[in-house]
């Protein structure tokens, strides 16, 4: 049965949000779930089910870029603020490096993580929303990753790296 108003549509999708918020920020920060749920409602709100998209599919970009946005303002300083926003949030640095590094792929690359990562399609539809077959799909996920292993190195290996066996 299709939910009759947007409501009902976002109430059934509340698990959408927090993890999303965990992913993009590494905890379940409040201010951030607070305005998932509401990208969630405004999402139900814009929602057309005539363009053939799932509402989840359409509800999870809507709640990431919304977070995203949230997220950008807060580092953007207030005029007089001297504070470090990496003392803050130490994770910030390195989402900041992995964001930039997405953006440096090449289109398909970016889309094939987009698809399969963002949106939560299968191998299969990811390949076939970007007009190309299984097998170039694969690969051109499996670039993705390789390129950014190169670009960002060994991730969380650094507080290992110091370390000398006893």
């Known amino acids: 049965m299709q939910p009759s108003f947007p409501g009902e549509l976002a109430t059934g999708h509340l698990h959408l949000v927090r993890p999303i918020v965990l992913r993009l920020t590494g905890?379940?920060?409040?201010?951030?779930?607070?305005?998932?749920?509401l990208a969630l409602v405004l999402a139900a709100a814009k929602f057309d089910p005539g363009r053939g998209v799932p509402f989840a599919a359409f509800a999870r970009t809507e709640i990431h870029n919304r977070v995203c946005e949230s997220l950008r303002k807060r580092r953007v300083p207030e005029t007089g603020d001297v504070e470090d926003p990496q003392a803050e949030d130490p994770g910030l640095?390195?989402?900041?490096?992995?964001?930039r590094a997405i953006?440096?792929?090449?289109?398909?690359?970016?889309?094939q993580l987009h698809l399969r990562f963002w949106k939560g399609l299968s191998i299969e539809d990811a390949?076939?929303?970007?007009g190309c077959s299984r097998t170039v799909a694969v690969e051109r996920r499996r670039a993705a990753i390789a390129?950014?292993?190169?670009?960002?190195?060994p991730v969380g290996q650094e507080k290992d790296a110091g370390r000398t066996a006893a």
């Open 27 to 37: 905890r379940l920060d409040a201010d951030c779930i607070a305005t998932g749920y």
């Open 93 to 99: 640095e390195l989402r900041i490096d992995i964001q």
């Open 103 to 111: 953006e440096a792929l090449p289109e398909p690359q970016r889309l």
């Open 127 to 130: 390949a076939r929303e970007a």
């Open 147 to 153: 390129a950014l292993r190169v670009k960002l190195g």
